[in-house]
């Protein structure tokens, strides 16, 4: 069983920023990639930042240059760094891991999600 702990929402004015964490347990084998996701009222869930167990990130371009997404592998851990915040990053934001998992049935991939955190910035 895996399981995804995300922490780090919250309140921001416009402007502030904000570091979202997302730590993996569980019988992991090995991490493909995390990455983080986000999804405001009314809207599709987007891809914000992922990031490859290689160390490849890629960004949706509307947070490029204001987003950080980093690792460490050793806490199986992904981090959010959020600078120049604005109204329009406000949403859930749901942290995801591609994964291999060991159960008594082997070590299959999966896709996996955190609890979601909430984030608002206000204007």
């Known amino acids: 069983q895996v399981q995804l702990v995300e922490s780090g929402g919250g309140l921001v004015q416009a402007g502030g920023s904000l570091r979202l964490s997302c730590a993996a347990s569980?019988?992991?084998?090995?991490?493909?990639?995390m990455g983080w996701y986000r999804q405001a009222p009314g809207k599709q869930r987007e891809l914000v930042a992922a990031i490859s167990s290689g160390g490849t990130t890629n960004y949706v371009d509307s947070v490029k240059g204001r987003f950080t997404i980093s690792r460490d592998g050793a806490k199986n851990t992904v981090y959010l760094q959020m600078n120049s915040l604005k109204p329009e990053d406000t949403a859930v934001y749901y942290c995801?891991?591609?994964?291999?998992?060991?159960?008594?049935?082997?070590?299959?991939?999966?896709?996996?999600w955190g609890q979601g955190t909430q984030v608002t910035v206000s204007s």
């Open positions: 995801n891991a591609n994964l291999y998992a060991c159960s008594g049935y082997g070590c299959p991939a999966g896709d996996y």
């Open positions: 569980g019988s992991i084998f090995t991490i493909v990639a």
